[in-house]
């Protein structure tokens, strides 16, 4: 009974005439940039967050949760008529997705993907409400070195899902932590690698860190490559499923929904992931497993389903014990930061109503996709048709005005040149910018509760082993990297991420 | 010789030693303090030389295995990267003295160089489109506080 009362104050919360507006506007404009190829949801929500400056909280929030799966399902949608992933979880599309596209069904492909994401995310939603309670319940009872001991866990995960050479990714993680450490010691009030500059002591800004090496470099590799883009040009047919085509598909949405719920609440966040997952299990257990690769619809159904639920719960670290477990979470914990509200597991005792309704917009925003975005299609196909050379110059403005914006400074624009800089360099020599952005946020925090910790007990690193839920998290933390170097899991891991 | 240079380990070592060593270098400005009552320096150096013992691996890594196949980078193209960069750098440098309106002119002329397929025509076009649309949706709309005329306007 409890579950309804708090999903009925997020609805009223939720559905307020502005409210459901900035909802719609997160969600339109996560579509729209998120179907332009060559800007992921990290470089928009960075982008527009400072457009969210002058929103209450709630608000604020809602309208980049908005962007968020906005975004991922613009990805699918120029991933089923372009062949071009807007972004990594989006990959799995190109494959049966496209080629339902080019049998002249690419509108059956949109609706499948559509009410794929909207089931995914019905279900990811009540996951949320059900099971984040509980899990914040037991975090209120951690210490700093609990805290200490899951971001060590989390950040473990998170390189061990990287796509990037594991011991790159390590290198990558304890820089990301070093640029988190840059501004002002909050112990001893110490500046620390700031150089002198003033814009400097309150730390590297996320958005510079985030635009910089997500946004710009991006830019910077998409100029490489030779433009090529194959819309499909025939008839986009039919946009309602028959009752055969959802009977068919509709068994692997619930299990694609199913497995990602499940892989998005483990921290490392495996988003992109939990697609591959959900295309491997349809294909093994279809009768017909030569059909995938050639527009087998539960090839589109199941993985599009599976993104959607795991983006939905992966909100679930962040929400209940304050720590981001991937890219967009960190983005999202950075403009919580920026509103004032500490990420955590006080969040839902103090205040209930943002909470609450963040959980049920998130469901609406699902539902305006459906709604509104399917009659929209044929707006986005036009939208694919606009060349890059047109896009990233717009893209790059919006950049700068975002960079500008954060502390009304230009410091920040040069700042994030030199990030550019960095990522793009990083890029071309195979390390996964992902840990480095996760490790960035978390890297203050990080210190923060180590220092304490060893305070408490003296100096004595055996805290951290004689507290039983802190010895158990490092100890899964360990046997997850023994995991990564086992050389087996290696191989399957790198099929799993070769085509990102 | 040449292999090991080029190769992606060797290079991403090169740039960990650099990073991490100038970390950790800076951090002895900071005192280090006890485990118990660790100082500002503590956790920069002990991350600094992590990041530098990883880079140092690297580059080992790369010279054992020089004769494999190595992972070459492929090439750094300059134009386009000047250029985009420039771009950015003329957006910071002149918006200012001389306002969003004329500065997002310089930012889209600048970098609309940058693709081989450029149009000089659609490139004006679309700068000045976007200077409108920037000043009415940002400033006008928004309220970004951003200054839309040259100075003394």
């Not at chain 1, 990083?426 to 952005?437: E, G, Q, R, T, Y």
């Not at chain 2, 500002?40 to 196949?69: C, D, Q």
């Not at chain 2, 134009?79 to 960069?85: C, D, E, G, I, M």
């Amino acid at each position: 009974m409890d579950i309804f009362s708090n999903l009925a104050l997020g609805l009223s919360v939720a559905v307020t005439p502005w409210n459901i507006l900035y909802c719609f506007m997160g969600v339109t404009l996560g579509t729209l940039i998120g179907i332009l190829p060559g800007i992921g949801p990290i470089a928009t929500m960075a982008m527009l967050l400072p457009a969210t400056y002058a929103f209450e909280p709630t608000s604020a929030l809602i309208m980049l949760a908005g962007i968020y799966y906005g975004a991922q399902y613009g990805g699918s949608t120029s991933a089923i008529l372009l062949k071009l992933p807007g972004e990594s979880s989006a990959v799995v599309a190109t494959l049966d997705g496209y080629a339902m596209a080019q049998k002249g069904k690419a509108g059956l492909a949109l609706a499948l993907a559509a009410i794929g994401s909207f089931i995914a995310g019905t279900i990811g939603t009540l996951i949320l409400a059900g099971f984040a309670p509980a899990l914040a319940k037991l975090a209120v009872t951690f210490g700093a070195a609990e805290y200490f001991a899951l971001m060590v866990l989390g950040l473990v995960a998170a390189i061990v899902l990287s796509s990037g050479p594991l011991l790159k990714s390590i290198g990558m993680l304890m820089l990301g932590l070093l640029f988190g450490l840059v501004g002002s010691d909050i112990n001893s009030g110490v500046d620390r690698f700031t150089f002198g500059q003033p814009e400097l002591s309150g730390g590297v800004n996320f958005v510079v860190v985030a635009l910089g090496l997500f946004g710009i470099s991006e830019i910077l590799l998409n100029l490489e490559k030779r433009e090529e883009r194959r819309l499909v040009s025939s008839s986009l047919g039919g946009l309602w499923p028959s009752w055969r085509d959802l009977r068919q598909a509709l068994p692997a949405m619930l299990r694609g929904s199913g497995l990602g719920a499940v892989l998005g609440i483990l921290p490392g966040g495996g988003v992109t992931m939990s697609s591959f997952a959900s295309y491997t299990l349809e294909k093994r257990i279809s009768k017909h497993p030569e059909q995938f690769g050639h527009g087998a619809p539960q090839g589109l159904a199941g993985p599009e389903s599976a993104n959607n639920a795991a983006a939905q719960t992966s909100f679930v670290p962040l929400l209940t014990l304050g720590i981001p477990s991937n890219g967009v979470m960190a983005m999202m914990m950075s403009a919580m930061l920026i509103h004032n509200i500490q990420p955590g597991p006080q969040i839902i005792t103090n205040s209930p109503d943002l909470f609450w309704g963040l959980i049920v917009s998130m469901w609406i925003g699902n539902l305006i996709l459906v709604v509104l975005n399917l009659p929209l299609i044929g707006m986005w196909v036009k939208l694919l048709t606009i060349p890059y050379r047109l896009l990233f110059p717009a893209i790059l403005l919006f950049c700068c005005i975002g960079l500008y914006s954060v502390q009304n400074s230009v410091f920040d624009v040069y700042l994030a040149i030199g990030f550019a800089v960095l990522g793009y360099v990083f890029i071309k020599l195979k390390c996964d910018p992902v840990p480095f952005l996760l490790a960035f946020i978390l890297g203050p925090m990080l210190e923060e509760n180590f220092r304490r910790a060893m305070l408490v007990a003296r100096g004595d690193a055996g805290v951290f082993l004689t507290r039983p839920i802190s010895a158990t998290m490092l100890a899964v933390a360990l046997a997850l990297l023994c995991f990564a170097v086992i050389p087996q899991i290696r191989k399957s891991r790198k099929v799993a991420f070769q085509e990102d | 010789m040449r292999q090991v240079l080029t190769n992606t380990d060797f290079l991403s070592g090169v740039l960990f030693v650099a990073l991490g060593g100038g970390f950790a270098l800076i951090s002895f400005n900071y005192g280090f303090g006890t485990p118990s009552e660790m100082g500002s320096g503590y956790f920069p150096r002990v991350l600094g030389f992590g990041v530098l013992i990883v880079g140092l691996v690297l580059v080992v890594k790369a010279f054992l295995r020089a004769r494999a196949r190595g992972d070459a980078v492929v090439a750094f193209p300059i134009r386009p990267t000047l250029l985009v960069l420039g771009s950015l750098a003329a957006f910071a440098l002149l918006l200012r003295p001389l306002g969003l309106a004329i500065t997002t002119l310089a930012l889209i002329g600048v970098a609309g160089f940058a693709t081989p397929d450029r149009k000089l025509r659609e490139i004006a076009m679309l700068a000045i489109g976007m200077s409108v649309f920037a000043c009415v949706v940002f400033v006008e709309l928004l309220k970004v506080p951003l200054p839309l005329w040259p100075r003394g306007f």
